[in-house]
């Protein structure tokens, strides 16, 4: 797990939606935005990307989902 700041600052999704606007981020992006903060192992954007391939890389499926099936997300 390497952390958010230690990315080339271009490819942090704060300083994109900032710099760049909303229509340059992904779907990852803009739900490490969402998340915020990862989990053990796992920093936003790694986890985003677990959300999302439990989810058929759809965030509208992300969105439909439970709290439940959050959670099942490893």
């Known amino acids: ?3 958010i700041k230690s990315l ?3 490819e942090q999704p704060r300083v994109k939606f900032i710099t760049k606007g909303k229509d ?3 779907d990852v992006d803009l739900l490490a ?3 915020s903060s990862g989990r053990q192992n ?3 954007l ?3 990307r677990e959300v999302l391939t439990y989810f058929n890389h759809s965030l509208l499926n992300v969105a ?3 709290y439940s ?3 099942r997300v490893k």
């Open 1 to 3: 797990m390497s952390n």
């Open 8 to 10: 080339p600052i271009v």
């Open 24 to 26: 340059h981020l992904t």
């Open 33 to 35: 935005l969402l998340i």
């Open 42 to 44: 796992l920093n936003a």
């Open 46 to 48: 790694e986890l985003s």
């Open 64 to 66: 439909r989902s439970s």
């Open 69 to 71: 099936e959050l959670m």
